[in-house]
């Protein structure tokens, strides 16, 4: 093979997420996990009277707006944005705005992070890979801090070259700009390197858009989209990763 270099997506490809370590919270008679579900005292401090379950709605609507915008211009608003947005909507003073959504943000990053999992298969695939190339972190996630976080409390961060992670440059696979990044982070060309990921409208696509080669985890088993470029390589699941390479 001639890959000198590998990204690596983080949520859904090297680490999964667990959501039952989540807590609940009951919405119009269901019992639903989410960070939110955490963020009670922190409501009353900033916002008195407001209910978790009406600050979840606000976050749920912010989160499909945000969502919506970026198709186009791709650029990737932190989480600390996300939450500014929620509070502004129901009611948050002015003054207050920027310090409480800096907060709330923590708290449900801390959230999610302790809900991550790294798989030992996924461990032992990322100690012979780096064995061999050099390798990169390339993630769509709006905290750099979060995701650093993740990358070192489960060991990862040591085996990696670069990581690039949407935020921290704001913009978000796939636009070429974020592989782009990654390649010159490990000082390969975009040729001599591989994508990994899970989502075929961000890795795959961000994959073809900067000129690397591109292997999709196709988890579902529903293959390529109708009309979509296809991947290098296709598979199941990571592991499969290492018969690709010849590890």
């Not at 932190?78 to 909507?89: I, K, N, Q, V």
């Not at 996630?141 to 040591?158: E, K, Q």
């Not at 001599?192 to 989502?199: A, F, I, P, Q």
């Amino acid at each position: 093979m001639r890959y000198r270099g590998i990204l690596l997506d983080l949520f859904g490809t090297l680490v999964t997420f667990d959501a039952t370590r989540l807590p609940e919270i009951e919405v119009n008679g269901k019992r639903i996990r989410t960070t939110v579900a955490a963020l009670a005292p922190l409501l009353a401090e900033w916002v008195p009277g407001v209910t978790a379950t009406e600050f979840l709605q606000a976050i749920f609507t912010v989160t499909e707006e945000m969502a919506r915008a970026r198709v186009d211009d791709l650029v990737e608003l932190p989480s600390r944005e996300r939450f500014r947005r929620a509070l502004e909507r129901v009611g948050c003073e002015d003054a207050h705005l920027a310090e409480a959504a800096v907060h709330m943000s923590r708290s449900h990053m801390r959230g999610i992070a302790a809900a991550t999992v790294f798989p030992p298969a996924h461990a032992a695939l990322l100690t012979t890979l780096a064995a061999r190339f050099r390798l990169a972190v390339v993630s769509n996630f709006d905290d750099s801090t979060t995701a650093c976080d993740i990358l070192t409390r489960h060991g990862i961060a040591p085996r990696l070259s670069a990581t690039v992670i949407s935020e921290g440059i704001g913009l978000r696979k796939p636009h070429p700009a974020v592989l782009r990044t990654a390649c010159r982070g490990l000082e390969v060309a975009p040729e001599e390197t591989l994508m990994v990921g899970d989502t075929f409208g961000e890795d795959v696509a961000g994959a073809h858009a900067a000129g690397v080669d591109a292997v999709w985890i196709d988890a579902t088993g529903k293959g390529v989209p109708a009309g979509a470029a296809p991947p290098r390589f296709v598979v199941r699941e990571l592991p499969e990763l290492a018969a690709i390479l010849g590890c």
